[in-house]
């Protein structure tokens, strides 16, 4: 038996569990020996049924038989019950008050129990009786789902070294997998154990044995794994799913945690090392011209803009193409920063016309510039692209392209699948043109428009360009290097690279996942920007909330209410996640509370043209109140939205949140945010007040990673990285090491000639996606 077989060819697997298994990732030995235990079930505290005495506490393992719904002879309280088949016996369970229950545990679940042994008197026999004749039961017992049964151990679990005394021991930590709809964790717990037993790993005890894993070769370079002191691939396979001890389970977790975050540092040094290897465009702008620039507006940058420009501009004369990230909160002037170094690039010239960057436009400049602008000179300049996710957000730094460049003679455009613009227009030179697709990729090819923007239409084979210097994309984590190399597919000059983002990243993923940039923080708002006034709000102070907003809009500004479901929960269903939906939602504020306002909708479900078409109608104001999902979480830039309604809070990273009540900082207002949750877990409580007291959006990532658990992160879809990855960016000391070896063995052998094995499983993984 090899890792490489096919799940089926290795076990007996019907369709519906090769269905199941397939939606978990799984189809081969492989696959299945890496789909890591979510949890341990430690059986060492289980009892036994046969000693049960009142008021012991007791925690007992079984399956579930008799489950049924019922109500109280006398009080009618509505209760589930059900009967706990242990090995050693059986005990009823009642739960008063929670009939879903008898739904959520059904017959034959394997189940932990955890409570307080009651006695009532009976008339018969019962499931569990004392001498006297009463009956032992559980009233209202904490119950979740579980692997194993404590009396089914075997070999698998029996350490043959055994103990002090030469004794075989038990271990008593039994994995809980991930589950999928037709495969149990239950039935992952054996498969594994039958593939062990048939070779396809070695039982190993709390040492190392040499025949663990001998069918497997470990990719890991040996030196890393005893500098960091790591278990083997083989012995970290049997001590994650078959531990003797928490110390072995989270030796081997750590293995696979630095596995994972390693690798990915393996692919971004690579790619790191070939940009840094090709040519790129000397840009050098003078003091004279960057303030010149700058002295246009009336106010002054931040100190966080002015270090970021520093960075950039060091980046531009430079011998390597600029890679870095430029991460900051909504409204701490990313876009302004993005205009300023493009006024740099684009009134550079090519480095046949000029070796330097000129100084400010002087007037004769500026008169030479309209005449390029008009096609009646030849003249070059170094190009910029700008490329953002949506339509909506590309329209809106056209915009603010446009009021930044005001009064200068430089041609800014914009391409999406909805038409082209052009600025400054001839008959108004305040303002931008529609123009024609065709002349639009014309003069971006022969240069006369300096700055693009769009969205991945400006990587179309359709729009070549004659100097494409400078690259800026915002919120597109998938940018990579090849793309990158087609926008500037006619030059050989790599162009240079900066990647905005206003998604607030800890410092461990931001050092992971944008392992091939630099690093530069807005970590300072400008002047005049009021915080935000964050409420956590009861229930019973909903109607002076609905008051507050009523004002707002009254006063012309306009509002968000972010729901956690799109559509409303089945009634039937009692395991539907019980929460507001935007469809219900807008119907209810539209037709009981703000009957006077337009409710417009948006959310994933919908068609591309009906969200860009209600995104408009807010944006331009014919809509005042927006219900929507997390869609608006990134990239919605509406300056007259001044508050933001939050419903389920709860069901929210802190990370999100604080994106979400972002969308209303974008002007000089008081803006609002206020979260609504039913819930009154403490820990959730101290969650939501987290937001109300956090300085930036910095803090919250951080705080956010340490308190949620790695399956709750808000981020882990969204890049790319399983739970067991997650767990590791809780450690910056594993991440710093992962990211040093991996440079180290790039920068000696950026192919990894010497290093096959590792070569090997990098090109299995194929290449890291981040949304």
Request: aromatic share 8%; hydrophobic share 40%; proline share 5%.
């Amino acid at each position: 038996m090899n890792l490489s077989d096919k799940l089926s060819d290795a076990l007996r697997v019907d369709e519906s569990h090769t269905k199941a298994l397939a939606r978990l990732g799984v189809t081969t030995v492989r696959d299945l020996f890496y789909h890591f235990p979510a949890r341990y079930d430690d059986l060492s505290g289980a009892t036994q049924t046969g000693s049960l005495a009142k008021g012991q506490k007791v925690t007992l393992y079984g399956t579930i038989s008799k489950a049924k719904v019922s109500k109280g002879w006398k009080s009618k309280i509505p209760m589930a019950q059900a009967t706990i088949n242990t090995v050693s016996g059986k005990v009823k369970a009642v739960w008063f008050h929670q009939p879903y229950i008898a739904k959520m545990f059904p017959e034959g679940v394997t189940v932990k129990v955890e409570g307080t042994i009651s006695e009532r008197t009976t008339a018969s026999g019962g499931a569990s009786q004392n001498a006297m004749g009463g009956e032992f039961y559980l009233s209202n017992p904490a119950i979740t789902h579980a692997s194993v049964i404590p009396d089914e151990t075997d070999s698998l679990f029996v350490q043959e070294d055994g103990d002090e005394h030469g004794e075989p021991t038990v271990g008593t930590l039994f994995p809980v997998y991930p589950e999928s709809c037709g495969v149990t964790s239950r039935w992952i717990y054996y498969a594994i154990k039958k593939l062990i037993k048939g070779g396809a790993l070695a039982t190993a005890s709390s040492g190392v044995p040499p025949e663990a894993g001998k069918q497997i070769v470990d990719p890991l370079p040996t030196d890393v794994l005893k500098r960091l002191n790591l278990p083997s691939l083989g012995t970290a396979l049997v001590w994650i799913h078959a531990p003797e001890n928490n110390k072995d389970a989270d030796a081997a977790r750590k293995r696979f945690a630095f596995e994972e975050i390693f690798f990915i540092q393996l692919k971004k040094q690579q790619e790191r090392h070939m940009t840094d290897s090709l040519p790129t465009w000397d840009i050098r702008p003078t003091k004279e011209s960057v303030d010149g620039f700058l002295s246009k507006f009336p106010f002054k940058p931040t100190s966080a803009q002015s270090k970021a420009l520093e960075d950039i501009f060091a980046d531009f004369a430079g011998t390597r193409a600029m890679s870095r990230l430029l991460e900051g909160d909504v409204g701490s002037g990313k876009t302004f920063v993005a205009a300023a170094t493009s006024f740099a690039v684009v009134t550079t010239r090519p480095p046949k016309m000029v070796q330097s960057g000129p100084a400010f436009p002087k007037k004769s400049d500026l008169q030479k510039m309209a005449q390029v602008a008009d096609g009646k000179q030849d003249f070059g300049n170094l190009q910029v692209a700008l490329m953002a996710p949506t339509e909506i957000l590309a329209t809106q730094h056209f915009e603010s392209f446009v009021e930044l460049y005001r009064g200068l003679p430089i041609n800014v455009a914009l391409i999406t699948s909805s038409g082209c613009k052009k600025f400054p227009s001839k008959l108004n030179p305040n303002g931008w043109t529609n123009i024609s697709r065709s002349q639009l990729l014309k003069w971006v090819a022969n240069g006369e428009i300096p700055i693009l923007i769009g969205t991945h239409a400006l990587i179309q084979k359709t729009v070549e360009w004659k100097h494409l210097a400078y690259i800026i994309i915002d919120e597109q984590h998938r940018f990579g290097t090849k793309q990158r190399a087609a926008l500037a597919r006619k030059d050989k000059n790599l162009p240079h690279l900066l990647s905005m983002t206003a998604t607030p990243i800890p410092r461990t993923l931001a050092l992971t996942i944008y392992g091939d940039l630099d690093l530069t923080l807005l970590d300072v708002m400008p002047p005049g920007r009021k915080p935000i006034i964050t409420k956590n709000v009861p229930p019973s102070g909903r109607k002076e909330v609905y008051e507050h907003l009523r004002q707002e809009l009254e006063a012309g500004r306009q509002a968000y209410v972010i729901c956690p479901r799109i559509d409303a929960p089945d009634e039937t269903d009692e395991m539907a996640l019980q929460a507001k939906s935007v469809e219900e939602e807008a119907k209810r504020l539209a037709r009981e509370v703000f009957p006077e306002f337009s409710v417009g909708v948006l959310h994933g479900k919908m068609k591309s043209e009906k969200k860009e078409d209600m995104m408009k109608a807010f944006t331009e104001g014919s809509v005042k109140i927006l219900v929507a999902t997390s869609v608006v979480e990134v990239g919605v830039n509406v300056p007259n939205a001044t508050i933001i309604l939050i419903e389920g809070a709860e069901r929210f990273g802190l990370s999100q949140l604080h994106q979400l009540r972002g969308r209303v900082l974008r002007s000089n207002h008081q803006a609002y945010c206020y979260l609504f949750t039913e819930s009154k877990s403490q820990p959730t409580l101290d969650r939501l007040k987290a937001l109300t007291k956090a300085a930036n959006g910095f803090e919250l990532a951080e705080h956010d990673l340490m308190l949620r658990g790695s399956g709750d992160l808000s981020g882990k879809k969204q890049w790319g990285v399983s739970d067991i990855g997650m767990e590791a960016l809780k450690n910056l000391k594993l991440v710093e090491a992962a990211r040093a070896e991996a440079k180290r063995i790039v920068e000696s052998d950026v192919f990894l000639k010497k290093y096959p094995e590792l070569q090997k499983a990098l090109a299995e993984r194929g290449e890291v996606h981040f949304e």
